[in-house]
């Protein structure tokens, strides 16, 4: 020990035990490292990217594993159809009858074209007239009968009747379609998220 009279105190290396320690124990080589406050967590320590100590989280935000497939998901929403609109369906079905009955026509046309360009018309047209034909008449000319302006006539009747009744029918449906909705609820629709 150094004189410590006048002087502040003064404090020599100890390599002894520490209080608490057995004496004789192996003390570490390296240097003293004070013990850390509580809910302190050691460097490296836990899961990388945070962890809990003593039963308690940090806040840190844990990271997703490396390569890790997220697939995602897709929203669906069930819905049900309550009531139709009558006024809107009846909009709708005229416009769509009516579409129907110029496609109606166009293909009435053109099977006319394609039929007298294959002689199918005058084939048939000379086997009936053969068959109802006498030595007074020739029979029944099925070229006259058949002609374009008289098939297109006809098949424009047929899509104005189409066009009336189809209207009709789809507001009539639109109607029948309310009241049974109102008993059992309408018709339920599950809708999916396009990905």
């Given at each position: 020990?150094?004189?410590?009279?006048?002087?502040?105190?003064?404090?020599?290396?100890?390599?002894?035990?520490?209080?608490?320690?057995?004496?004789?124990?192996?003390?570490?080589?390296?240097?003293?490292?004070?013990?850390?406050?509580?809910?302190?967590?050691?460097?490296?320590?836990?899961?990388?990217g945070g962890g809990a100590v003593?039963?308690?989280?940090?806040?840190?935000?844990?990271?997703?594993?490396?390569?890790?497939?997220?697939?995602?998901?897709?929203?669906?929403?069930?819905?049900?159809?309550?009531?139709?609109?009558?006024?809107?369906?009846?909009?709708?079905?005229?416009?769509?009858?009516?579409?129907?009955?110029?496609?109606?026509?166009?293909?009435?046309?053109?099977?006319?074209?394609?039929?007298?360009?294959?002689?199918?018309?005058?084939?048939?047209?000379?086997?009936?007239?053969?068959?109802?034909?006498?030595?007074?008449?020739?029979?029944?000319?099925?070229?006259?009968?058949?002609?374009?302006?008289?098939?297109?006539?006809?098949?424009?009747?047929?899509?104005?009747?189409?066009?009336?009744?189809?209207?009709?029918?789809?507001?009539?449906?639109?109607?029948?379609?309310?009241?049974?909705?109102?008993?059992?609820?309408?018709?339920?629709?599950?809708?999916?998220?396009?990905?």
């Open positions: 020990m150094t004189d410590t009279r006048g002087q502040g105190p003064s404090y020599e290396a100890y390599n002894g035990p520490l209080p608490g320690e057995r004496a004789g124990a192996q003390q570490p080589s390296g240097p003293y490292h004070p013990p850390q406050a509580y809910g302190a967590q050691a460097p490296g320590s836990g899961p990388a003593g039963g308690q989280n940090t806040g840190a935000v844990r990271r997703p594993r490396t390569g890790a497939r997220t697939t995602p998901r897709t929203r669906k929403a069930r819905l049900r159809v309550a009531k139709a609109d009558p006024w809107s369906v009846m909009k709708v079905s005229f416009l769509l009858s009516i579409a129907l009955g110029i496609c109606t026509i166009v293909a009435a046309s053109v099977l006319w074209m394609v039929m007298d360009a294959m002689g199918v018309f005058s084939t048939v047209g000379g086997t009936i007239s053969e068959a109802t034909g006498s030595n007074e008449s020739n029979g029944f000319d099925l070229q006259s009968f058949l002609s374009l302006p008289r098939v297109l006539m006809f098949t424009s009747v047929i899509a104005v009747i189409d066009v009336v009744l189809m209207t009709a029918l789809a507001t009539l449906g639109a109607f029948i379609y309310n009241l049974s909705a109102g008993f059992v609820g309408g018709v339920e629709l599950t809708l999916a998220e396009d990905e």
